[in-house]
């Protein structure tokens, strides 16, 4: 679904006569930062105690959503974008 989202709101930037830009940067956003990080914990989880030493990628990957969520703004902030959008 990310992906997804993700490709929707390339495609509405390129064309904007497809949809709404702001609307689906918005979802995207939403949508990607939540599965990055469910995906990171749970590959923490999978691979164990050796998911936050340096030799396995899982603790970048955790580090780098939790960069990215905060970086530009939380998902809260978003959700609350996004239900204005809509409403």
Same mark, same amino acid.
């Given at each position: 679904?990310?992906?997804?989202?993700?490709?929707?709101?390339?495609?509405?930037?390129?064309?904007?006569?497809?949809?709404? /830009?702001?609307?689906?940067?918005?979802?995207?956003?939403?949508?990607?930062?939540?599965?990055?990080?469910?995906?990171?914990?749970?590959?923490?989880?999978?691979?164990?105690?050796?998911?936050?030493?340096?030799?396995?990628? /899982?603790?970048?990957?955790?580090?780098?959503?939790?960069?990215?969520?905060?970086?530009?703004?939380?998902?809260?902030?978003?959700?609350?974008?996004?239900?204005?959008?809509?409403?």
């Amino acid at each position: 679904m990310a992906r997804a989202a993700v490709w929707r709101a390339g495609a509405t930037i390129d064309q904007a006569g497809v949809g709404d /830009p702001a609307r689906a940067v918005t979802s995207a956003k939403v949508v990607a930062g939540d599965a990055a990080m469910k995906n990171a914990r749970a590959s923490i989880q999978i691979h164990g105690g050796m998911g936050y030493v340096w030799e396995m990628a /899982p603790h970048y990957y955790l580090k780098r959503a939790w960069v990215l969520a905060t970086s530009f703004g939380g998902s809260e902030e978003y959700e609350e974008q996004l239900a204005h959008q809509l409403g």
